[in-house]
């Protein structure tokens, strides 16, 4: 009880102290729009926002989607070949330190500005794989030595070994990787859309630049809010999943 009352004070105290400033010194809409303001922006144009955050979703899905297939497949077979692994690891980091804002735009080209939704699938696949990759790797090199001997004294076939020690022990680590790619890969969803700055794009970022641009700024605030009730919604959903799938691993 106490994890959601703690955090709940906190937010509650927040938003008053918020609208109090606001009040006291008669801050302009156009600068900071009090939480009321914001409140009545999102319920006026809940439907064309909700929409538009329902299209930033699905594109992160599908990049986190692609990150988990793609970052589990390669870590398998960086654990099968150490010559792969040496050849291929250090592309995987040069991706994960270039900055994704200095690249979008190359993709964007690349694609074509007629199918932005794969440019930014791509985008935000590139911000979401290196942490699947790095759990999964980790996970695959921690298994048990004793437990390896006795899979190749009992001449275990490679998918024995790879589901019933393989897999058990790296799934804790890909259950991690995924808070932290599912975060990921709504910001490059939302990277992609800044980048991609055009009236093609649908997603919750372009509504919000749309928004600046007319200077509805209250309207920016609630699409900002849509975007921290969608991180939290990916954060506390796979933190669930790593919950259940470890209890039921325990049994």
């Known amino acids: 009880m106490k994890h959601v009352l703690f955090p709940l004070s906190a937010f509650v105290t927040a938003i008053l102290i918020w609208q109090g400033y606001v009040l006291y010194y008669d801050i302009p809409v156009f600068i900071l729009p009090s939480p009321m303001a914001v409140i009545k922006a999102l319920i006026l144009d809940f439907q064309g926002l909700l929409a538009a955050a329902f299209t930033t979703m699905v594109i992160t899905l599908w ?93 275990a076939s490679k998918w024995q070994r790879f589901w019933l020690l393989l897999w058990p022990t790296s799934m804790p680590y890909l259950l991690a990787s995924l808070k932290i ?23 919750i970022a372009w509504r919000i630049i749309e928004a600046g641009n007319r200077l509805q700024i209250a309207k920016m605030f609630a699409g900002l809010v849509l975007l921290i009730i969608m991180g939290v919604i990916i954060f506390y959903g796979f933190s669930f999943l790593e919950k259940m799938a470890l209890r039921r691993q325990k049994q």
């Open 63 to 155: 990049a986190l989607i692609a990150a988990v297939i793609s970052g589990t497949m390669l870590a398998l077979t960086f654990s099968l070949s150490r010559t792969f692994e040496l050849t291929f690891y250090p592309f995987a980091v040069i991706l994960q330190v270039t900055p994704i804002v200095a690249i979008a735009p190359l993709i964007i080209i690349w694609v074509g500005l007629d199918n932005v939704d794969t440019a930014q699938v791509i985008i935000a696949w590139l911000v979401a794989f290196f942490p699947v990759l790095a759990n999964m790797s980790a996970g695959l090199k921690s298994v048990d030595k004793n437990l390896n001997d006795l899979f190749t004294l009992y001449k």
């Open 181 to 203: 790619s599912g975060g990921l890969a709504l910001v490059g969803s939302v990277v992609a859309e800044f980048v991609a700055g055009s009236g093609s794009s649908t997603g």
